[in-house]
């Protein structure tokens, strides 16, 4: 009886003292406190351990969701097929399932000091076709297994971060710049299979260097639009160069280079290829720590273009901080999309269902979420605490499927035992529109070994 309350003991210490994952998203409580702080052109972040260990620490990971979704319009229907491509719409629609579907994750977490993490992760949630062809099920009331979706992990990556040096090799969100749907690489896509590496040469100068692997397949159409011969091999290549010359003052080039059909060289990773987009930022905060952000990028195949400019203000209060913010965006048409099917900047992933049965190629454009042929404007307001925040996003405008009319309000926040959320999240993309409000719990443990 005495070792079994220990056990109970070293639970709960688990539960209430686990340090923070080395990696910090949108999924995580502290991410807007720590993000409105200081000014960041890298997306996930670098959160910050609370107790670093000494040696490796090891932990088995489990997190279940309590849910409740109520669907308020329900105007989509995901077409079901095999091996299938995928228009924008759809792509848009998709982030319903991706961010309300969660049933429950398991997986191993390992610590070394402050500079070393590894996560691996297996995370189920519904089927995209499961969710917009019934309900949102929790694990409780799941009618069978066959409702779960076989795409994951989705999350699972090692990073280390020490001194001048970063790097990570995994499956996580990516995106670099200054905005919020930034123009040359963003974080529309659930995961990046990549590795990335970050070098600083000095405090006022750093590179950043990805490589995206994505899935080579093609659909019957597809095929048939292709040359007779060609390698199935389909990466991209991000280059960046970033200048801080001083606290008021951030500049930025970069490259996306693709290189598909081929096998890769250094001329086509780090120069230019037969398809890839050159883009540079800037940023300045010239007097009341106001923000002016502004980017370019240039499609050196189609040449077609795209900006993207921006305002904000950040105040900072105790204990809280409350951003307010405003974008404007525009992007060309024949932007991402090309005649040859090896020359779309898009990410290429592959949605497996078994209920109702499908294989869908969901093709997410690298840079601006909306696709091309958009005029979208974004106003979002962020009230961050150190364990919770509430977010507001409303995009409205127009992209190649018609009007877009967008707006997600977000509030989560870290209760120790686990995460509560509540969403509001609605979208308009031509005539199709879909609705939801959802309450849920993130119940999570992590037991250490020994």
Do not use: C
């Not at 499956?171 to 690489?185: A, D, F, I, Q, T």
């Not at 106001?290 to 900006?307: P, Q, R, W």
């Not at 696709?371 to 995009?395: P, Q, R």
């Amino acid at each position: 009886m005495k070792r079994f309350y220990l056990f109970l003991i070293n639970i709960l210490l688990t539960i209430f003292s686990f340090s923070a994952a080395n990696l910090l998203t949108e999924n995580d409580p502290e991410y807007y406190f720590k993000k409105l702080g200081e000014v960041y052109l890298k997306y996930p972040i670098y959160g910050d351990l609370k107790n670093i260990p000494e040696s490796f620490e090891n932990y088995i990971h489990f997190s279940m969701d309590l849910k409740y979704e109520d669907r308020i319009i329900d105007n989509f229907d995901l077409s079901q097929g095999w091996y299938r491509s995928t228009e924008i719409n759809e792509v848009l629609f998709r982030d319903f399932v991706v961010e309300n579907g969660n049933l429950f994750t398991f997986g191993i977490k390992n610590y070394y000091s402050d500079y070393f993490y590894a996560q691996f992760i297996a995370d189920f949630r519904l089927s995209d076709t499961s969710y917009f062809t019934y309900e949102n099920y929790s694990l409780f009331d799941l009618p069978s297994l066959v409702y779960i979706s076989l795409d994951f992990p989705t999350y699972s990556y090692l990073s280390y971060n020490k001194e001048d040096l970063s790097f990570l090799v995994g499956r996580v969100p990516l995106s670099y710049g200054p905005m919020k749907y930034n123009l040359v690489l963003s974080d529309n896509s659930p995961y990046y299979d990549t590795l990335a590496i970050s070098y600083s040469f000095n405090d006022k100068l750093d590179y950043d260097f990805s490589v995206l692997s994505m899935v080579p397949l093609l659909s019957k159409e597809e095929y048939a639009a292709m040359d007779d011969e060609f390698i199935a091999f389909r990466n991209a290549f991000y280059n960046g160069l970033n200048y801080n010359p001083n606290e008021k003052l951030y500049l930025g080039i970069s490259s996306l280079n693709q290189v598909a059909g081929e096998l890769p060289n250094p001329v086509n990773m780090f120069i230019i290829s037969d398809v890839g987009v050159y883009g540079g930022y800037m940023k300045i905060i010239p007097f009341w720590d106001i923000n002016i952000d502004n980017e370019y990028a240039f499609n050196y195949d189609t040449n077609s273009s795209g900006y993207g400019l921006g305002l904000s203000k950040t105040f900072d209060f105790e204990g809280a901080k409350f951003r307010i913010g405003v974008e404007r965006y525009k992007i060309q048409d024949n932007f991402f999309s090309s005649v040859y099917p090896y020359d779309n900047l898009y990410y290429r992933t592959i949605a497996l269902s078994s209920e109702p049965g499908a294989r869908i190629f969901f093709d997410y454009p690298f840079g601006f979420k909306y696709g091309e042929d958009s005029k979208i404007n974004s106003v979002d307001l962020t009230l961050a605490f150190e364990k919770g925040y509430f977010n507001y996003i409303w995009d409205y405008g127009t992209n190649s499927k018609g009007i877009i009319d967008s707006n997600v309000f977000s509030f989560l926040f870290n209760t120790k035992m686990g995460d509560f959320e509540m969403k509001w999240k609605s979208l308009k993309n031509g005539e199709e529109k879909f609705e939801t409000f959802l309450i849920s719990y993130l119940f999570e443990v992590n037991f250490l070994l020994p």
